[in-house]
Every structure is written in structure tokens, then in C-alpha cells.
């Protein structure tokens, strides 16, 4: 082995040693043998606390560098991996054995579906510790360390995330470090991230001591837009079916709760929200002035909008429980390659969710079944079903599942949900990923790691 240290892979919530195979194969094919790459399983595989977690990695980590007699080891972490990884680099003197760390699509400031669990933390253990709203578990990762960085201690950082992970829609920075070598991959989700060859590429240059000669990654992000002209529609949540047109002249018009409104708007940009002035003059609670806050993510797709009644006197600070507007897209007849039933052959993203078989029914009457078997379910069994839509406009190819009626007792699947999806067919192939509402993830940018149907 000589100077090169041993590689410790550190999998995310409800992931497992198994989602680093690729990459252990990538390294094994430079010249890594089984000896020096380790990957650790967590107990339990999900929603357990940030502490709960790293003493697991401390002793992981403890007996690899006893195996190997190594001095000290290189950290590849994923998503919860990252944050654990940070806390025991920290605050368990991993200081002292951690060379490296390369941090992939990490909740460093905050993970917005967090924030949406916090109301269920005896569940959800991570929600109060990496929520956007101001956690002191982040504060003090953050925050005290020497020269004002927010990485800790001799180890070296590198962090890799992209405008295209949905779990960071609104927030893209949030897994970049002060103090870290930053890379942003497009074209990636948040598996995909974990799974690229770039990430690869990045991961060994910064182990050899050779990341500056390595410009993957480099360039600096896409600026945030700030100018939210098209057509807006909530498809998911409880303001489903508002929409609102911000026309280049300086107008909107719209619905809210079913009541059409309409006037003139400012804005003034800012970070990390831009502020708008909404110069009603119909709408709920008649003619005035709304004074609220919006964001739109990177890929210039989704808007989040925080506008208060007219005249009130306490302006919003955070876009974090607004509603999320897709872009409007004009809807197609359901077209009748779709409709059938078709088997999945490959589950893709899904497996995270407890899939391990199901099926996809499409009708030509715009409705759809899926069902299978799932492990998070008390019966092993799930079913969903509900209407379909779908769209061929402007870019992407969408489907938007509406459930009506669900069984199972799966927290991912409840009637009233959307599942915004993305699809491509290839012959009797589809691929399709969505997202949650339900969880803060609409539709997905990127097909990452799609489930593959076969029609039958």
C-alpha cells in the first residue's frame, strides 16, 4: 500500500454498503485491492440521529486502521454520510485519522425535506439536526472553527453537488464548504452524484494530491435567476391549482384559491431570496400592496413564492414553507404506446424505497395503477392509483401522478400526493423517476437512476 491510505465509503439515509459498488469497482480498476477500500453498513438504515451514527463510523474506522495498520484513512461520504462523517471528524477527534474527506450532495446547511419532517422528529431523528431553519447541529459544525472556515481541523475537504440533485432544489449550495475544494457536476441527481465517474475522477486526483491539475467541477455555478417572467401552476399541496403569469411588462394576473387575481410587481433581487412587491389590484382581500419574498432554482423550473395578504405589516424571511410552482406546460392526450401494463424490470431509485417488484398500469382514459411488493409496508404489499397526465412541452417529457387511493401504509405513497415524474420510452422500454411533494422533491431535472419497465 506504501503512502496510500485505506478508503472508508460512508452511505447515506436508508442506503447501505451496497450503493458503493461502482465506485469501489472504479477504484479497484486503479490499482485498489480489497484491502484497502471498506464499506460501512449503518444500524438501522435510516432515521436514526447524527451521533447514534458516527460512534457506528468511529468504530468502523478504529478497526480498519488496525487491520491495515494504516495511520490514517480517506473518507468517500454521500448525503447523510457527510454530515455524519463531519461530526466525527470534529467532535470525536477524527481529526487526527481523517486525511481526506469527499463530501457527495452532504446537507451541509440544510436539507429542505427536513424541514418538512420536523413535525414528526420521533420518527424522523435527522429533521431537528439538518433542517434550513437554523439548526444548532449545523451551527456547530459550521461554526468556531479556526479562520472563520467551516471545515475542522488537519483533514482535507472536498465537497461535490450539482444543480441537478432534487434534494437540494432551492438550496444548491447548501452541501459547499468555506475551507473545501468545491465541485459542481451537472447532470446528476442525488444517487447519480454518488454513482458518476466524475465524482470518481475527483475523489482519486484529491487522494493523490493531484486535484489542482483536475478541472472537473471547477467552473463556477450558474447564477441564481432572478426575473420570474412564464407562466407558474402549483400542482402539489395544499395551494394546488393556484397559478400566476409574470408578464415581461411588468403585469400578472392568476388564481388564488379560485379567485382570479391580477396587477403590477417589482422585484429586487437579493440572496438567498429576492424580494417582490405585488402591486394588487384584484384579488383576495381586494386592492393593495404584498410584500413577500421568492426564489427560483438554479435550472430556472420551479418557483417558490411567499406573498402575505394585502397591506400586511409582517413580511415573510424564509421561502421555506411557500408553495412550489411548477413551470405551466401544455398537457397531451394520453398517447397509446403508453397505455398497457408494463413490468419493472430494473427499480432503479425506487429499491431505496422498499421496492422489490411492481407494476405499472396506464389506461387510455388519462388514470393508472401501481402496485407491488415493498418492504416498508406491514403487508410487504403496496397498491396506488389515481389519474395521469402527461406532457411533451417545452423540454422535458412529463407524467404527473395524482393518487386518489392508496394501500400499503407506505409513507412515500398517500392519497392526495403528486408524484411529478420524468419519462423516456425506448421501444418497450420507459423510464421514469419522480419526485414527492410530500417530501419537498418535485419534479426531478434529470432522469437519475430510473426505474425500467418492460411492457408486457
Not at 263 to 269: D, K, Q, S
Not at 289 to 313: A, D, E, H, M, Y
Not at 325 to 343: C, F, N
Not at 367 to 375: A, H, L, S
Request: aromatic content about 10%.
Amino acid at each position: 500500500m506504501g503512502n496510500r491510505y485505506p478508503v472508508v465509503f460512508i452511505h447515506g439515509n436508508g442506503d447501505s454498503a451496497d450503493g458503493w459498488k461502482m465506485q469501489l469497482q472504479r477504484f479497484k480498476e486503479q490499482g485498489y485491492s480489497e484491502n484497502e477500500l471498506f464499506a460501512i453498513t449503518m444500524k438501522p438504515p435510516q432515521n436514526e440521529t447524527h451521533q447514534h451514527y458516527a460512534h457506528q463510523v468511529k468504530r468502523f474506522i478504529d478497526d480498519v486502521l488496525a487491520k491495515t495498520g494504516a495511520k490514517k484513512v480517506n473518507i468517500v461520504a454521500h448525503s447523510l454520510g457527510c454530515t455524519v462523517s463531519r461530526h466525527y471528524i470534529k467532535f470525536m477527534d477524527g481529526h487526527k485519522t481523517v486525511e481526506h474527506a469527499v463530501l457527495i450532495s452532504g446537507g451541509n446547511h440544510g436539507l429542505p425535506a427536513a424541514d418538512l419532517t420536523l413535525t414528526q422528529a420521533q420518527i424522523f431523528k435527522q429533521s431537528p439536526e439538518i433542517n434550513t431553519l437554523g439548526a444548532q447541529f449545523l451551527q456547530d459544525l459550521n461554526t468556531g472553527n479556526p479562520g472563520g472556515l467551516e471545515t475542522y481541523g488537519e483533514t482535507k475537504y472536498m465537497t461535490i453537488s450539482g444543480p441537478d440533485d432534487e434534494f437540494f432544489l432551492f438550496f444548491e449550495n447548501s452541501p459547499q464548504l468555506k475551507g473545501a475544494d468545491n465541485r459542481v457536476i451537472k447532470g446528476h441527481g442525488h444517487f447519480g452524484l454518488r454513482d458518476s465517474a466524475e465524482a470518481f475522477i475527483c475523489s482519486l486526483a484529491f487522494f493523490e494530491g493531484k486535484a489542482d491539475s483536475c478541472s472537473l467541477g471547477k467552473a463556477p455555478p450558474d447564477p441564481v435567476p432572478q426575473i420570474p417572467v412564464g407562466s407558474w401552476i402549483v400542482i402539489g399541496g395544499p395551494k394546488k391549482g393556484d397559478a400566476i403569469t409574470f408578464n415581461a411588462n411588468g403585469t400578472y394576473e392568476g388564481k388564488e384559491g379560485n379567485q382570479p387575481i391580477k396587477g403590477t410587481y417589482t422585484i429586487h433581487p437579493g440572496t438567498p431570496a429576492s424580494a417582490i412587491t405585488l402591486h394588487q389590484t384584484e384579488g383576495p382581500d381586494g386592492p393593495g400592496k404584498r410584500q413577500g419574498i421568492f426564489r427560483i432554482n438554479i435550472n430556472n423550473t420551479f418557483l417558490k413564492l411567499n406573498c402575505p395578504k394585502v397591506n400586511s405589516s409582517d413580511p415573510p424571511i424564509h421561502i421555506t414553507y411557500a408553495p412550489t410552482y411548477d413551470r405551466a406546460v401544455q398537457l397531451s392526450a394520453i398517447p397509446e404506446y403508453l397505455t398497457g401494463v408494463w413490468k419493472a424490470q430494473d427499480l432503479g431509485f425506487c429499491a431505496a424505497a422498499g421496492w422489490t417488484e411492481g407494476q405499472l398500469e396506464i389506461t387510455p382514459d388519462g388514470t393508472f395503477t401501481i402496485k407491488g411488493k415493498n418492504v416498508l409496508s406491514p403487508t410487504g404489499f403496496f397498491e396506488i392509483s389515481g389519474n395521469v397526465s402527461v406532457s411533451f412541452e417545452p423540454v422535458r417529457h412529463q407524467m404527473t401522478f395524482d393518487l386518489t387511493k392508496t394501500c400499503g401504509n407506505i409513507p412515500f405513497f398517500l392519497a392526495g400526493d403528486i408524484l411529478p415524474a420524468i419519462f423516456t420510452r425506448e421501444g418497450n422500454k420507459l423510464k421514469a423517476q419522480w419526485g414527492s411533494f410530500l417530501f419537498g422533491i418535485p419534479r426531478p431535472s434529470c432522469l437519475d437512476i430510473p426505474i425500467t419497465f418492460i411492457k408486457t
